[in-house]
């Protein structure tokens, strides 16, 4: 069994992303530039924004962030995405969900400018992506993809069981992994709260991803000797006893399945380390015009 070293990757990303942007800066050109909308206070969106905030720090990108109290709104939520869309100076944002229920959140998502979308949530990335043109990769299936790129794990023909199908990580990644590329030229099933025989599923899966939201719902009878797991999961459980009264852990049980896997990623230390890079690559590619040219 190998750990995959999510924290290794991110920061070798990390470092080829401020080689860039030192690049960018020698020829004349500025920084690019991430802005960030935060509505509300609730604390693990505060965490992970403050981490993007911090990430575009490290390497050296301008960022912005916006934050409103909980009781904005729509029509104020829409006024601010409508600036940062017209504002130049500004390459992308995102606008972190989830939303107090007043707010429609599929309406705020049309609301931004797909070149600007850097979070890859608008249907015009979302369809892009399913069709393999170019777009913004929704920030979790890219961490997967480089993930899986980096450990140089073979993809071709190999069965890839998804469980999740959520619009975030799911979904995309199923279609990702399916699709005639490297990564890609699996067999993926996707598998969620209805599926039946759900164990035989993941027990046929050479590459499994769990996104599920259920702490180490994936257990080591589960899975085939010698899988991949990919842990999306996040969550957080009581620890009585701990610092801070409760730990972090994914949606699966890294004890009893690390032995059993080839490879596999930790929680924390795996696919979320990745995650706020892929942002990173996102907004470089949008400063760049890599994506829609004008
Ligand atoms: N909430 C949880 N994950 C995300 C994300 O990747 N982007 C945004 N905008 N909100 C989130």
């Given at each position: 069994?190998?750990?995959?070293d999510?924290k290794?990757l991110?920061?070798?990303i ?23 909308v935060l ?12 981490n993007?905030v ?7 990108f ?9 009781d904005?709104?729509?029509s104020e ?6 600036g940062?869309?017209?504002?130049e100076?500004?390459?992308?944002f ?35 992506m ?9 920030a979790t299936p ?8 980096r450990y ?11 469980v999740?199908r ?5 979904t995309?990644i199923?279609i990702l992994?399916s699709?005639?590329?490297?990564p890609?030229n699996?067999t993926?099933t ?8 759900l164990a035989?599923?993941i027990h046929r899966?050479?590459i ?14 589960m ?6 797991v990919i ?5 957080r459980?009581?620890?009585p006893?701990?610092e801070?009264g ?10 009893s399945v ?19 890079v892929s942002l990173?690559?996102?907004t470089?590619k949008?400063?760049r015009?890599e994506?829609?040219?004008?």
């Amino acid at each position: 069994m190998n750990i995959i070293d999510g924290k290794k990757l991110a920061s070798d990303i990390r470092e080829e992303l401020s080689r860039e942007v030192q690049e960018i800066l020698r020829s004349g050109g500025r920084a690019p530039h991430l802005a960030a909308v935060l509505v509300g206070a609730d604390p693990a969106s505060q965490v992970y924004v403050r981490n993007k905030v911090r990430s575009c720090e490290k390497v050296g990108f301008r960022s912005t962030l916006v934050q409103k109290p909980a009781d904005i709104t729509e029509s104020e939520l829409l006024a601010i995405v409508d600036g940062l869309n017209r504002d130049e100076s500004v390459d992308g944002f995102i606008v972190q969900l989830p939303l107090p229920r007043h707010i429609n959140e599929e309406k705020i998502t049309l609301a931004i400018r797909p070149d600007k979308d850097v979070d890859g949530f608008h249907p015009v990335n979302f369809g892009r992506m399913a069709q393999g043109l170019p777009c913004y990769l929704p920030a979790t299936p890219a961490g997967i993809l480089e993930m899986i790129r980096r450990y140089e794990i073979p993809t071709d023909g190999k069965e890839v069981v998804v469980v999740g199908r959520s619009n975030i990580v799911g979904t995309p990644i199923s279609i990702l992994l399916s699709r005639k590329a490297y990564p890609g030229n699996a067999t993926v099933t996707m598998c969620h709260s209805r599926t039946k025989g759900l164990a035989a599923h993941i027990h046929r899966a050479d590459i499994l991803v769990a996104a599920i939201g259920s702490p180490e719902f994936i257990r080591g009878d589960m899975v085939k000797p010698g899988a991949v797991v990919i842990d999306v999961g996040m969550n957080r459980v009581e620890a009585p006893g701990s610092e801070t009264g409760y730990r972090l852990c994914g949606d699966v049980d890294f004890e009893s399945v690390a032995p059993k896997a080839s490879l596999i990623t930790p929680v924390p230390g795996g696919v979320g380390q990745l995650t706020v890079v892929s942002l990173l690559v996102n907004t470089l590619k949008a400063a760049r015009r890599e994506v829609y040219r004008d």
